[in-house]
Structure formats: structure tokens, C-alpha cells
């Protein structure tokens, strides 16, 4: 019994899926074992790992659904093509830089694994189950999948605005600089948060509060859209929308799930805890609509589903299925307060990037902290600690994304510039810097 519990409570209590060091940890403490291939845990991850890229076309469909008919193109492509990009990027340096061996400190890993130096299709790596392992390749990919929607957030906030070509050097960078230290600092053994014992089990801070405030920021340095555009700006396709939500909550499970790198109980905890904290939100957010005199709608009923699923991610492991309906509700209503209320943030953020999941994902990442003790049990730090811990781990990654991302748009700008002409705007993104029209004219009655 205590062989199974010393490595699932280590798992529980760093985030299962990140720690590859605590795996092994847990591994020198346990009778020496030889390393061999779980082909079970194998195949559970490979599935986990497609369900997570999935996401991010779903984002593009969500996400070019709210946009308007004139920017739906380039407004999926940002999606899109970050696919591209970040796969690249990761696999050149941004693993490297997040869980790269022998990493030179706290705050950033190294690169002795640079294009994936060190390892081939043999090399495997250590789950929590001594003595069994998944290729180490397919944990390179699986992180991939999370630094790839990370980005594609962040572009929700940059609508109708931004030059394409800035947009690629900025989430090529933003990977590099932002995304790959945070992941080190959270889900390393190394990282400074790691080591603070701060909770994230699938991305609350490392994607979802990284990415909104990067966009908030983000979103700030553009400025606003012209007031025409933002006066036609309404969602376009509300079944795009739904479609895209509905794909979003598909993936999740691969997302949350996957997150504790194998087919074992922890999984179970997370996929029902993230069917259970989306619902609640979902509901939550209609029956806020409905207090607030707004009639009970398809965009407010994927926009909870969203972000419920944001407020569960830094949890899905770590807390009962009755804290994920609380979870679900707390993150539905400080998000639909936050959207109620952007404008007193007094930036664009076009699609409510910071407001859904910058928000969703500081209350998921202090919800975790009060509320994980009722998973960890004696294996917990007391209450008030693990919550001053999550303040911090918080604080930290606001403070981070927030300069970096600044600097590093700044000097996009002084480079190549960052906004489109006013004339590009008014004709519209998708011809300006695609040449090419989601649809007809004869389908736009022209």
C-alpha cells in the first residue's frame, strides 16, 4: 500500500503531469526497477496528446466565429499557423528552455536538449509508476500541444489589428521568452514555484493566466480598433461558435486528463472533475444572463463552457468533484463580472481574452489552494500556506508575461511596426493581409 500511495500523493501534489523529476524521485525511493515501456500509458497519451492539438483549431472556429465577417480568416489563422510556429520553436529550444536536463537553475532549464539532442525513439520517460515509462518523445510532443494553444489565445485579443507578419515573430518570441521560464518555474523540479510547492495540475497559470495577461497587454500596445470597426464588430457565426466550444470541451480531457501522464485514477479524478466544473460554470453563466435581464444565449452558453474549463485546469487533479462545481461557479461568475465590466479595464481586448481566461484562471490557480487538502489529505500544507503560495505563483506570472511581453512588442514595433494602415483596417484584415474573403459576395448579399 505504501508503494502506491508515496507515488500518487507526490503526483497529486506536483502536478502530475510536469514533474519529471519528482517522477524519478519517487522512483530512487521505490526498489530499483528497470525502466520499460507502458503500453498502456503509452497509448493513453497518444491520444491525450491529439485531443490537446485539437484544440486549437476548435479555438480558431470559436474564436472566428466571435470575430466579424470581414477579419474571420485571419482571425483562425492566428490559430492556425501557431501550430506551425510554436512546434518549431519548441522543438528547436522552448522544451529545452522549460525541461531541458540538467537545467542551469531555477528560474530557466537549459539547452542540452536543443532539437531534441539526447534522446531517439528508445529514450523513455519516467511516469510515477516506478519502473514504467512512455517514449520521451511523445512527452515532448504532449507539452508542445499546451505551448501551442497557450499562444493561440492570446490572439483573440489582438482582432482585426495586428499585422500578420508581426504576429509570427511575436508568438515565435513570446514561446520562447515567456511560455518556456513560466513552464520551468511551475512544472520543472528545479523551478522556483516547484520548489515553493506551488499546485498547478494542467496549465492555470502556465497557460491561462500567462496568456490573458499577455493578451491584456498585448492588446493595450495595439490600442483600439478604429470606432467603425469596433461598431460592426459582432459575432459573425454563432454555430461556428458553439462548434468551436463544443470541440474545446472534446480536447479538454485530453488536456486535463493527459495531465497525469498515464491511464490511472488520478486521470479519472481529472476528466470528471472537468466535465463537472465546465457544466457548473456553463449554467452559471446562463443563469447570470438571465439575473442580469439578458435573454439565456448560445454565446453565453459556450462562453461558460470555456471558461469553466479554464477554472478547472489548475485543479482537475487535486480536488473532489464536489469542489469542481464550486470551482466552476466561482470562475463563471468573476469572468461574467469581468466581460459585464471591461470597460473599465479601458482596453481592446476584442474577445475577452484577460476577462475569460486571465481571470477564470487566477480564480481556478486560488481555488486550488484552498481546496486541494480535500484530495491531498495529511500529504497537504495547511490551508492559508498552500493559498499565500498560489498568490504568489500568481503574482509572479502576472509580473513576468506582463513586462516581457511588453518589451518584446515594443520592439517588434521599432522593427517591423505591429499595427496594419487605417485603410487595411477599413477594408478589412482578411483581404489586406491575405488577399482573400471567408466568403462570396454573392453570399454576403453584395
Known sequence: MKRFLTPLVLSLAAGAAHAQEAAQAVAAAAPEVPLVLDRGDTAFMLICAALVLLMTPALAFFYGGLSRSKSVLNTMMM????MGVVTLVWVAAGFSIAFGDEPMGAYVGSLNNAMLNGMDMNTLYLTFEAGHGIPKYLFVLFQATFAIIAVALISGALVDRMKFSAYLVFIALWSLVVYSPIAHWVWDAKGWLFQLGALDFAGGTVVHINAGISALVAAAVLGPRLPSTRQKAIPHNIPFVMLGAGLLWFGWFGFNAGSALGA?????????????????????WLIWEKISHHAMSAVGAATGAVVGLVAITPAAGLVSPAYAILIGVLGASGSFLAVQNKKMFRVDDVLDVFACHGVAGIIGAIATGAFAFSTLGDAAKPVLEQVKIQFIAVGATIVYAAITTFIILKAIDLVIGLRVSKSEELQGI?????????YSAESMGY
Open 264 to 284: 490511472n485514477g488520478t486521470a479519472g479524478l481529472a476528466i470528471l472533475t472537468t466535465q463537472i466544473g465546465t457544466a457548473a460554470a456553463m449554467m452559471t
Open 430 to 438: 482578411d483581404i489586406s493581409s491575405h488577399e482573400e474573403s471567408g
Open 79 to 82: 490559430s492556425v499557423t501557431a
